[in-house]
């Protein structure tokens, strides 16, 4: 199993820019979730789905943050304009649906606005 | 709503001697627990759960955890520190009802001096 998949690893973008992050989730996970860390907040979970339909998403900072899931396979988190209060580094994280079962975490993706 | 507090930023041991990290948590129904542990530039690790029965919950690579309902605690043990185990630290907790999502504590960071 290649685990959860996320792309890029680094992203470096300018100011304005629009940035679309990507995850590819473990096989047979039906719950699919996006989270945000930084210093100086730690973990945020900004959004998560259940069988590809978004569940919550009030930890969506704002309207420049958008998310969708097309398929049980992928999922794209979009910010459109870019700013450098973004920077962070971006986790998606799947896990069979139930209060039971932890989460596998990808490796993240480092977004630097510049 | 569910929350989990952390009050250590960092913890610092010597090898060899035991380690506790800290956590409570507020939660409306019953506690799901979890622990996870972060590598620099890595994701997130999943170390061990209490989801219900025995109090005292056995993870991976040697670390426990103990439930305690009344101090609404979940505190991360190891007999003996190694050098190995510094590392970043995160508590989460979910509300035992199915579909909602992990909220992790802000981390501690475990450093483990030789």
């Known amino acids: 199993d290649a685990g959860v998949i996320q792309s890029p690893r680094h992203e470096v973008t300018e100011m304005g820019q629009e940035v679309t992050l990507r995850c590819k989730p473990i096989?047979?996970?039906?719950?699919l979730f996006w989270y945000r860390q930084t210093m100086m907040r730690g973990l945020e979970l900004l959004i998560y789905?259940?069988?590809?339909?978004?569940?919550?998403d009030s930890g969506m900072p704002e309207d420049r943050f958008s998310a969708k899931m097309p398929n049980a396979s992928f999922s794209t988190l979009k910010i459109q304009p870019s700013e450098p209060r973004d920077s962070a580094v971006y986790f998606c994280?799947?896990?069979?649906?139930?209060?039971?079962?932890?989460?596998?975490f990808g490796s993240g993706t480092r977004l630097t606005v510049v | 709503a569910q929350s989990v507090a952390q009050p250590e930023d960092q913890v610092n041991v010597a090898e060899g001697n035991p380690l506790t990290v800290k956590c409570t948590y507020s939660?409306?129904?019953?506690?799901?627990l979890f622990w996870y542990v972060q590598y620099p530039n890595r994701g997130l690790q999943f170390l061990l759960k209490?989801?219900?029965?025995?109090?005292l919950v056995k993870g991976s690579y040697g670390f426990e955890a103990e439930f305690n309902k009344s101090q609404t605690s979940f505190h991360l043990k190891k007999p003996s520190a190694l050098v190995s185990d510094s590392a970043l630290y995160f508590c989460?907790?979910?509300?035992?009802?199915?579909?909602?999502?992990?909220?992790f504590g802000k981390g501690t960071t475990l450093s483990v001096s030789s």
């Open positions: 989460a907790v979910r509300d035992g009802q199915a579909g909602t999502a992990l909220i």
């Open positions: 994280a799947s896990s069979r649906t139930g209060a039971n079962y932890g989460y596998t």
């Open positions: 789905f259940n069988n590809n339909v978004p569940i919550d």
């Open positions: 096989s047979g996970h039906n719950s």
């Open positions: 209490y989801i219900t029965g025995d109090n």
């Open positions: 939660v409306s129904g019953n506690p799901y």
